[in-house]
């Protein structure tokens, strides 16, 4: 296992398509957490799952914005009906042991633009 | 609500000089976790050091310290003989329990050979 990984690296998108992304934690790891960086900021906190369960939204995250985990091991975050100021990267990252304790890694990221 | 600031928004050193990037940060916890995170241009993050809010000690990892100061709220990163591989976007983070990291703005750091 070499590290978390996020498919797709690059998506381009038209305003009001939907769009998936997936992650894949480092498979001992059962936190995950969903973060969105735009150009030039560092990035903020979107989600996240402890085994299944979503533990945390922010309000960043609107309605439009769904998170899963079904089993605990990947997660695909989904954005309906896509809108310009979506364009950014989202960085999945995984983490294990007690609260507070568990560096995150984090991903290569997907790029989102939307047109 | 936890913030961090980091007020250079870039710094640039010569190779094999030293560097401190600055960070302060606000929260109401006693007890949190603090860290410096590495993103190369189109390149994954990646864990440079972290400092336990409970340990008076500073954090230290190979040419990379922390000056740690609890009362101030400040946390600054050193970077001991930069090499050209040092050249990113630097993140101040704080983790409180709860585990959601809040980030910094970020410094470029740039490294002149």
């Known amino acids: 296992d070499t590290g978390v990984s996020q498919d797709p690296r690059h998506k381009i998108t038209k305003r009001g398509q939907n769009v998936t992304f997936r992650c894949d934690p480092i498979?001992?790891?059962?936190?995950l957490y969903w973060y969105r960086q735009t150009l030039g900021q560092g990035p903020e906190f979107l989600t996240y799952?402890?085994?299944?369960?979503?533990?945390?939204k922010s309000r960043l995250l609107s309605d439009r914005f769904s998170a899963e985990r079904p089993k605990g091991s990947f997660s695909t975050l989904e954005i309906q009906r896509t809108e310009q100021g979506d364009s950014a990267m989202y960085l999945c990252?995984?983490?294990?042991?007690?609260?507070?304790?568990?560096?995150?890694?984090f991903g290569p990221g997907t790029r989102l633009t939307v047109l | 609500a936890q913030t961090v600031t980091q007020s250079q928004p870039e710094m640039s050193v010569q190779e094999a000089e030293t560097v401190t990037l600055s960070c302060t940060y606000d929260?109401?916890?006693?007890?949190?976790?603090l860290f410096w995170y590495k993103q190369p241009p189109s390149r994954q993050m990646i864990l440079v050091i972290r400092?336990?809010?409970?340990?008076?000690q500073n954090a230290t990892e190979n040419r990379f310290s922390v000056n740690f100061q609890k009362a101030a709220k400040s946390f600054s990163l050193k970077i001991s003989d930069s090499q050209l591989g040092d050249a990113a976007m630097y993140f101040c983070?704080?983790?409180?329990?709860?585990?959601?990291?809040?980030f910094g703005a970020g410094t470029i750091l740039r490294v002149k050979s």
């Open positions: 929260t109401s916890e006693s007890d949190y976790y």
């Open positions: 990252a995984s983490s294990r042991g007690l609260a507070g304790e568990g560096e995150q890694f």
């Open positions: 498979s001992e790891h059962n936190r």
């Open positions: 799952f402890q085994n299944e369960a979503q533990l945390e």
């Open positions: 400092q336990e809010a409970y340990k008076q």
């Open positions: 983070a704080s983790l409180e329990y709860g585990n959601k990291l809040v």
